[in-house]
């Protein structure tokens, strides 16, 4: 079977913060139109570094690409800004469940879809798009945001971001601090998002089992490192992960 044409690549990036620290060592991979890959390791392995680096929010952090280059869609994005790339179609939905706690539910999603100028037609359609995808925020569209919990918060956070109309949506650590029926939840919801209408998933995840359910390849980072790859459920099903988290005897980076 091939693999479908590459629309992100990144290719060999070495990233530093504040020019002393080294987070990212020659790290690569792709991602083709429709794909979900996940991006594992453990706390501190280089996955936030990534994501970051892909979106050029490295600079918010005093942080820099040393090397190396990312492409989205064919276009080198060294020259443009989060803004633009997320009008291109690459948004991230950053760790921590970042809303808008004073606004209501309804209005931070809203927020998500003025970027793209839309009619008031057109915003009513795509928040009922949302709710179609997340019925509780339906319950919850006049709560305050800051007041729901935190599973409702993420659902927020990722509704905001596909109210752009996302190509790719990167996700970092989308089920820390979560439940695991309210992460089931979330993942369920992406993974119909990805099948129903091609969205293209990179998530950065703790919990690899959990995310190897719904993806079809896996990148494994470790010390900033890549040092596995391959598919998500053989990757998982061969106990590589385990040795890789627990640092089991004999085990050695692999790719494949």
Do not use: C
């Not at 989060?82 to 309804?106: D, I, K, N, Y």
């Not at 459920?233 to 590589?240: H, K, Q, Y």
């Amino acid at each position: 079977m091939t693999a479908p044409a590459a629309f992100l690549e990144v290719d060999g990036i070495e990233a530093v913060y504040g020019n002393a620290i080294l987070a990212l060592r020659d790290v690569s991979l792709s991602l083709g139109a429709g794909e979900i890959v996940a991006l594992l390791g453990a706390n501190g392995a280089g996955k936030t570094t990534t994501l970051r680096a892909i979106s050029n929010l490295l600079g918010a952090q005093r942080g820099s690409l040393r090397r190396g280059h990312v492409r989205w869609q064919g276009e080198a994005t060294a020259r443009l800004d989060p803004a633009s790339l997320v009008r291109r179609g690459l948004v991230q939905v950053l760790e921590g469940r970042h809303v808008f706690g004073q606004l209501t539910v309804e209005t931070n999603l809203e927020i998500g879809g003025y970027l793209r100028r839309p009619s008031r037609a057109q915003l009513a359609r795509d928040l009922e798009r949302i709710y179609a995808w997340f019925p509780r925020l339906r319950e919850r569209r006049h709560t305050r945001a800051g007041l729901t919990s935190g599973g409702e918060q993420q659902m927020v956070a990722i509704g905001r971001a596909l109210m752009t109309r996302p190509k790719l949506l990167l996700l970092d650590e989308p089920s820390m601090g979560l439940a695991p029926r309210v992460v089931a939840e979330i993942f369920e919801s992406l993974a119909r998002l990805n099948r129903e209408e091609g969205l293209s998933l990179l998530i950065a995840e703790q919990s690899a089992h959990l995310v190897l359910e719904h993806a079809h390849r896996a990148v494994v980072l470790e010390n900033g490192r890549v040092v596995a790859t391959g598919n998500g459920r053989d990757l998982s099903a061969s106990g590589r992960l385990d040795a890789l988290y627990l640092g089991e005897p004999g085990a050695t980076p692999t790719r494949h």
